[in-house]
């Protein structure tokens, strides 16, 4: 697992974690579409409400094939709280065996 820090400054520890799971497999049609969407929000309100220093949002990239960190299109609100932690394929294939999804 790799795991890619925010901007944030070191030492500084959020209060409130957002923690979100996705791959880059177009489930339902968009499935990148709408985790962009719903992440640039996300960044957009904590940055309206000023909670910047004390919100995290950490998403696991489970199994892409094609990594979403590659393929977001993130606003900087977003980017200055969003942590990447990257499942690799390997590894997924082991834990999840024949069922789709299943880090849930």
Not at 19 to 36: A, F
Not at 37 to 52: K, S
Not at 74 to 79: A, E, I, P, Q
Request: charged share 25%; aromatic share 6%; proline share 4%.
């Amino acid at each position: 697992m790799v795991i890619v820090q925010t901007d944030k400054e070191p030492g500084k520890r959020p209060v409130l974690s957002f923690i979100l799971c996705s791959r880059n497999d177009n489930y339902c049609g968009d499935s990148v579409g709408r985790l962009t969407t719903t992440l640039n929000y996300l960044g957009e309100v904590v940055e309206d409400h000023g909670l910047g220093d004390s919100v995290e949002v950490v998403l696991a990239d489970w199994g892409s094939k094609v990594a979403l960190k590659g393929v977001l299109k993130l606003n900087r609100s977003v980017r200055k709280i969003l942590k990447f932690l990257t499942v690799p394929p390997a590894i997924t294939a082991q834990v999840q065996g024949d069922r789709l999804f299943s880090e849930v």
